[in-house]
């Protein structure tokens, strides 16, 4: 990437993200929403967007701003979109969560905060989907990776429509009964386009790439990945295509979501297999503390997909949706992107100080940004807590999940810490630090360097 146009605003989608995450995880250290309330009220339903949206839709939309022109080798359509899209989304956002508080009550204010968060919320998302969209189009024929985040992509348009029909009929704006049966049956679909194809099967294309840049790994792309990549396309089309027709035509939903789940607990176990020989074929021998903690991550995927078989095996998926929800939320996508993050800060600030006078004069490493040694405790902590809350869900121990969230606050926080000094150089010798022509980057906005 060593000349390659940096993202300028993709460390302030990075700060938004994680200022959602740190509410959220005070929110449930306080016992805001689930356990301590219903899953349907609107304490909860605040939770969840917080995390889906503010936290990990955010973060994943900043990536995507810098990693896609990596993937295809192209650069990004347009350098001026992100910004605009960047307040849509927060504002859109905002609106949302003030429309859920009103909608219980606790907000008196009377203005139209869900059809206002609709339209914000849409613009948002249309831009990314326009901006990212018109940079993979000048790359046809897609690279495999490249093709999970297409698929990504049209998970977030339908995520996004699902959230604009819930809005309006929630909203009063209409009474259409086929839309009317679409709130009262979709919210699996949502959660599935959302969760399923938005975040984790773009996260998956983009981790391909990642892992195998960072570890020195080949590139994948081979039967197993295409099966794979076919049979997740595949679950995500009949969850989302399949139960949206099934909900209009009033036949049984149940039937489609386990044929999608059967299709995506293939995709899982292919993505997986490549994952693992990606680790074993590596080129490079002792890791990096954020390829190691990728590993948990993917640890945390798969527990979520045995969880899921466990349960509806049991019959009691329903009773526990909660606690899966939360696994696949906080011990498989947040912690993907915190263990990624802490590399992409590193990486992304070397070339924006170090990569144009590499050559001119001694520069330090990627590695010489970041002292892993004293990161590592807060992740370790991180992940530790989140398997004990999800714990504490499955046995309905409601104090011993605030309190493990309360841990996994502590863990984000240290690790923010670490983010912050990493931005501003802190742990580079002081030799190295600050060599002529280059000086400490600004903490939310990057400079972009061209050849």
């Known amino acids: 990437m060593l000349g390659a146009t940096l993202s300028r605003w993709t460390m302030s989608y990075f700060a938004a993200a994680l200022i959602a995450l740190v509410v959220a ?5 306080l016992g805001y929403g689930y356990p301590g309330a219903p899953v349907e009220s609107a304490q909860t339903l605040v939770l969840v967007h917080l995390v889906a949206l503010g ?57 139209a905060f869900f059809p206002t968060a609709a339209a914000l919320l849409a613009i948002g998302f249309g831009l990314v989907l ?52 679409v709130v009262a049956s ?15 099967f773009t996260a998956m294309g983009v981790t391909y790439r990642l892992l195998a840049m960072f570890m020195l790994a080949p590139e994948l792309g081979g039967p197993r990945s295409r099966a794979g990549f076919y049979c997740g396309t595949a679950a995500l089309a009949a969850a989302i295509v399949g139960g949206g027709t099934a909900i209009c035509l009033a036949v049984s939903l149940m039937l489609v979501l386990v044929a999608a789940g059967l299709l995506g607990l293939c995709a899982l ?38 969880l899921i078989a466990v349960l509806a095996a049991l019959g009691i998926l329903a009773q526990h949706a909660a606690a899966v929800v939360f696994l696949v939320a906080f011990g498989w996508l947040s912690g993907l992107g915190l263990a990624k993050l802490y590399k992409i800060a590193a990486f992304l600030t070397w070339l ?39 714990a504490a869900l ?54 972009v360097q061209h050849d």
């Open 25 to 29: 995880e005070l929110l449930m250290t």
């Open 55 to 111: 936290w990990l839709s955010l973060l994943m939309c900043g990536a995507l701003f810098q990693f896609v022109p990596v993937l295809v080798a192209r650069p990004l359509y347009s350098d001026s979109l992100p910004l605009p899209t960047l307040a849509c989304l927060v504002l859109g956002l905002a609106a949302l969560l003030l429309g859920f508080l009103q909608m219980g009550g606790i907000v008196s204010i009377t203005f």
């Open 130 to 181: 326009w901006n990212l969209g018109r940079t993979l189009w000048t790359a046809r024929p897609l690279p495999l990776p490249a093709r999970f985040v297409a698929v990504g992509l049209c998970s977030i348009a339908a995520t996004v429509t699902f959230g604009i029909i819930f809005t309006l009929v929630l909203g009063g704006v209409t009474d259409n009964p086929h839309l009317v049966d």
């Open 186 to 200: 979709g919210v699996p679909l949502h959660a599935i386009a959302g969760l399923g194809g938005w975040l984790t």
């Open 269 to 306: 176990l292919l993505y997986g297999a490549d994952i693992l020989h990606l680790y074993r074929a590596r080129k490079r021998r002792v890791i990096e503390l954020n390829s190691r903690m990728a590993a948990f991550a993917m640890g945390g995927l798969a527990a979520s997909a045995i």
């Open 352 to 390: 924006e100080c170090y990569g144009p006078v590499l050559g001119k004069t001694a520069t330090p490493r990627v590695q010489d940004l970041a002292v892993e040694r004293r990161a590592i405790r807060w992740f370790l902590l991180y992940f530790l807590a989140v398997w004990a809350a999800t």
């Open 394 to 447: 499955l046995l309905e121990m409601p104090m011993l999940f605030q309190a493990c969230t309360g841990l996994m606050l502590i863990a984000s926080l240290g690790i923010i810490v670490q983010l912050v000094r990493i931005r501003r150089l802190v742990d580079v010798s002081v030799t190295m630090r600050l060599p002529p022509g280059v000086s400490v980057p600004r903490l939310l906005l990057c400079s």
